[in-house]
Structures are given as C-alpha cells and as structure tokens.
C-alpha cells in the first residue's frame, strides 16, 4: 500500500504562486507515476500534470501548461506541484495520485493511490 498527504494549500491571492507538496509512504517503490487532479466546485475532477519516475518525463493538461509545473524529490518520495499566476479559476482540491505501472496519465481512474486532497482557494 501506498499512502499519499498533500500539503500547501490554502487562502492565495490572483497573480500569487502556490507550491503543492504530495508526500508518498509505504510501497513507494512501486510508484511508476504521481500526478495531481483538481476538482473545483461544481465541476468535474480534472486532469493537471503527471510525472513518470523512471525517467522525469511530465504530462499536462493542455489547459495546465506554462503556469504549473510538476517536480520530485527522489530521496523525499515527494512530487511537488508548482502554480504560478494564480486565477480565481485554480479553486480547487487538488488531489494527489499514484499509479503502479503503464497508465492513461490523463485519467483518474487508473490511478491505484490518492490522496485526501488539499484546499486550494484563490481570491480576486
């Protein structure tokens, strides 16, 4: 089993930066992705960016790309989750994940872990 916790969510203003951090325990070693999910109110949980381990390689949604960027600390087992130029819009939970092995990076039910999520709330 894998366990994930998010961190570094909260209040932010529009134009500001946030980092998410997602610690992972347990199996880590059989952590072949880690990505995040967001899920604003009244909408769908969607897609933001997904790293591979074997080989750093990282995938955005298209609408993600240029403000976020997805990063890892090996010896942490710690994917982090860099948001730039804030909008309204980012208000979120954003959920961590984890998959072990060959996955669609863009769909969430092929992750085998998640996190509990982290409130991400951005004010005008």
């Known amino acids: 089993q894998v366990q994930l916790v998010e961190s570094g969510g909260g209040l932010a203003q529009a134009g500001g930066s946030l980092r998410l951090s997602c610690a992972a325990s347990?199996?880590?070693?059989?952590?072949?992705?880690m990505g995040w999910f967001r899920q604003a109110p009244g909408k769908s949980r969607e897609f933001v960016a997904s790293?591979?381990?074997?080989?750093?390689?990282?995938y955005y949604a298209d609408s993600m790309k240029g403000r976020f960027i997805i990063s890892r600390e090996n010896a942490k087992n710690t994917v982090h989750l860099q948001v730039s130029v804030l909008k309204p819009e980012d208000t979120a939970v954003y959920c961590c994940?984890?998959?072990?092995?060959?996955?669609?990076?863009?769909?969430?039910?092929?992750?085998?872990?998640w996190g509990q999520g982290t409130q991400v709330t951005v004010s005008a």
């Open positions: 994940v984890a998959a072990r092995g060959g996955i669609r990076v863009t769909q969430f039910a092929d992750y085998d872990y």
């Open positions: 347990g199996r880590t070693f059989s952590n072949a992705f």
């Open positions: 790293i591979r381990w074997s080989d750093n390689r990282t």
